[in-house]
């Protein structure tokens, strides 16, 4: 049984990602817009999504989700300027079109998928995490979240850490 407790914690792991993220912006807008409208609703919403049998919500919130496409690397026509020096960045348009050489491809989904999300990380992943050897690095779950799934059922809370721990300054 998941409580509101348990979607709140995740809520507040996903939101200090989302705090620390430097590249999707898009999850940054998406938190704003759940904290500022019906926040309870939405929090209600995901606890009965996983304690009730209407799964209908769930499939809304799947079409919700979306792929954003960012310009990863811009192809110059200044490359041989810049390679010999500083590069500066301006909104000032220096050609008439640009040419992109790479993208990045961003989920941008609604915040109660990448609550379930949050929550798979916390229970299953910390399982698994214990199974990792001490030479595995990235993605690590945190041991304060590892102890938080370790004492499921509990009525405390998280309140804003890293779900994942930093491997590397």
Not at 73 to 79: C, G, R, V
Not at 82 to 89: C, H, I, K, R
Not at 103 to 121: D, F, G, K, M, R
């Amino acid at each position: 049984m998941i409580s509101k407790g348990n979607v709140l914690s995740a809520y507040n792991c996903l939101k200090s990602y989302a705090y620390y993220e430097n590249l999707n912006f898009y999850l940054k807008a998406e938190i704003a817009k759940f904290e500022n409208t019906g926040f309870d609703r939405k929090i209600k919403k995901v606890v009965d999504l996983f304690n009730g049998d209407d799964k209908s919500v769930f499939d809304q919130w799947l079409q919700g989700i979306n792929v954003e496409i960012l310009p990863k690397k811009i192809k110059s026509h200044l490359e041989s300027e810049q390679s010999n020096g500083a590069l500066f960045l301006s909104n000032n348009k220096t050609a008439s079109e640009y040419i992109v050489e790479s993208v990045n491809y961003l989920v941008v989904a609604p915040v109660e998928i990448y609550l379930i999300e949050t929550l798979w990380s916390i229970y299953v992943g910390s399982l698994l995490d214990e199974n990792f050897t001490n030479y595995t690095y990235g993605n690590r779950v945190s041991n304060v979240v590892k102890k938080y799934a370790r004492d499921y059922p509990t009525e405390e809370s998280i309140s804003s850490v890293n779900i994942f721990q930093k491997y590397v300054d």
